[in-house]
């Protein structure tokens, strides 16, 4: 759904993303100054220290990747990081719309907007180290596919044995005779 912003003289938008690693332990940030609650969830602003990619409109669901970079991640968080389950986490990235003068998000329809519906396909950890300063900065680029992607790349359907056939139906008999045709030649419609 389109929103209609044309009544509006100025704006202002903001990127949420919400990572589900568990059903106990959701991840919820924004590219936004402050924490903002969204359908009844925080999501705590992490600013300039969220970096997110850009993505494609476009009228057909399609493949695409984003990436989203944590920057200003603390020493004592790296562990947490690692021991995550953060691989395989459902995505998704919705950009809202708010009134500049009193940073309220607006009430029309189609805010917030699906921005991105993907899964976690890999995350990167970076770390730069100030010998001189003895202080290091810590980078977190988490890679994100489409769900599309993973739909194209879904290996669906069955085998034609019978054993697949007697996981599905155990009394049917159909297959029984399809090792016996393999390699058989068919000349169907070819002269005598």
């Known amino acids: 759904m389109a929103i209609d912003l044309s ?3 100025s704006i202002q938008t903001g990127l949420f993303v919400r990572i589900e690693v568990t059903s106990s332990n959701i991840l919820r940030f924004s590219d936004y100054r402050g924490t903002v609650t ?3 969830e925080s999501y705590v602003g992490l600013g300039k220290l969220l970096g997110v990619t850009s ?13 989203l970079t944590i920057s200003g991640i603390p020493n004592t968080s790296i562990n947490e990081i690692l021991t995550s389950s953060l691989k395989g986490s459902p995505v998704k990235i919705y950009r809202v719309v708010f009134n ?13 907007a699906g921005r ?3 899964i976690v396909n ?3 950890l970076e770390e730069d180290f100030d010998i001189e300063n003895r202080t290091s900065t810590n980078t ?7 769900v599309m992607e993973f739909l194209e ?3 669906s359907g069955r085998k034609t044995n019978p054993e697949s056939m007697k996981l599905f139906y155990p009394n049917d008999v159909s297959f029984d005779r399809v090792p016996n045709l393999v390699g058989a030649n068919f000349n169907f419609g070819a002269p005598q």
Do not use: H, R
């Open 153 to 155: 790349n879904k290996i």
């Open 55 to 67: 993505t494609v409109s476009e009228l057909k669901g399609s493949t695409s990747t984003v990436t």
């Open 116 to 118: 991105f519906f993907g």
């Open 140 to 146: 977190i680029n988490i890679e994100c596919n489409s």
């Open 100 to 112: 500049p003068v009193n940073n309220v998000q607006l009430a029309i329809p189609g805010n917030p």
């Open 38 to 40: 969204i359908d009844g």
């Open 7 to 9: 009544s509006y003289d």
């Open 122 to 124: 890999n995350y990167t």
